[in-house]
């Protein structure tokens, strides 16, 4: 089981990034997939989670970011995107995915190495 994230970099308050996260050795057929943040001095915190085993999807968002941050995934399950729309400096993180249980109840222990996200002006 791997996963690999892309897609962090600087932007200024107000832009946008796409992060992907590419999942090996399973799909969302098997776990759900989540993204987490951790900023330094800080705990890390969930962002979003999407569960789509079999054809039902569900989707999920910390109160920060709804409204301004889109998980999905291609056609193949394999990759999970994480949209953000509207950054701010209190978004700034390094991000990670993870592979969770069912309806994204808990990380189960596969991470990716994460990627840096900073927003600032």
């Known amino acids: 089981v791997q996963l690999v994230e892309s897609g962090g970099g600087m932007v200024q308050p107000g832009g946008s990034l796409r992060l992907s996260c590419r999942a090996s050795?399973?799909?969302?057929?098997?776990?759900?997939i989540g993204w987490f943040r951790q900023a330094p001095g800080k705990e890390q915190e969930g962002v979003s989670c999407i569960s789509a085993s079999g054809s039902n999807v569900d989707t999920y968002y910390a109160e920060a970011v709804k409204g301004r941050f889109t998980i999905s995934s291609d056609s193949d399950k394999t990759s999970v995107y994480l949209q953000m729309d509207g950054l701010r400096p209190e978004d700034t993180a390094r991000y990670y995915c993870?592979?969770?249980?069912?309806?994204?109840?808990?990380?189960?222990?596969?991470w990716g190495q994460g990627v840096q996200v900073t927003v600032s002006s």
């Open positions: 050795g399973f799909n969302l057929d098997d776990y759900a």
């Open positions: 993870a592979a969770e249980t069912e309806n994204c109840g808990a990380p189960i222990g596969y």
